[in-house]
Nanobody, 123 residues
């Protein structure tokens, strides 16, 4: 599986962005998917994850109620809808996929990673 993330950009605080991560390969629908982010000078951290079927979702406390993860297996794409953005959401956002594990733990190397897309939230 190869992952290609896009949708980042510059937005004012309170605004919204939707990130997309398109995947190639037949195993997409069999993979758990997740989003992580890395702010300047900080470690990469978990943001959100979705199970293979899309029936279960998980969020970091810092984004709960503001972000929503979803997947479209027909399009081989996972999305991250980000609302009520804050300056502290500024980071490079990465999508991740794993055949057996939900990508929701920090410091773990999952099967596949996208290249990252930059989100900048101005105050």
């Amino acid at each position: 599986v190869q992952l290609q993330a896009c949708g980042g950009g510059l937005v004012q605080a309170g605004g919204s962005l939707r990130l997309s991560c398109a995947a190639s390969g037949r195993t997409f629908s069999y993979s758990h998917l997740g989003w992580f982010r890395q702010a300047p000078g900080k470690d990469r951290e978990f943001v959100a994850a979705v199970s293979r079927s899309g029936s279960s979702t998980y969020y970091a406390n810092s984004v709960k109620g503001r972000f929503a993860i979803s997947r479209d297996n027909a399009k081989n794409t996972v999305y991250l809808q980000m609302n009520s953005l804050k300056p502290e959401d500024t980071a490079v956002y990465y999508c991740a996929a794993d055949r057996n594990r939900l990508p929701r733990r920090n410091g773990v190397t999952y099967d596949y990673w996208g290249q990252g897309t930059l989100v900048t939230v101005s105050s």
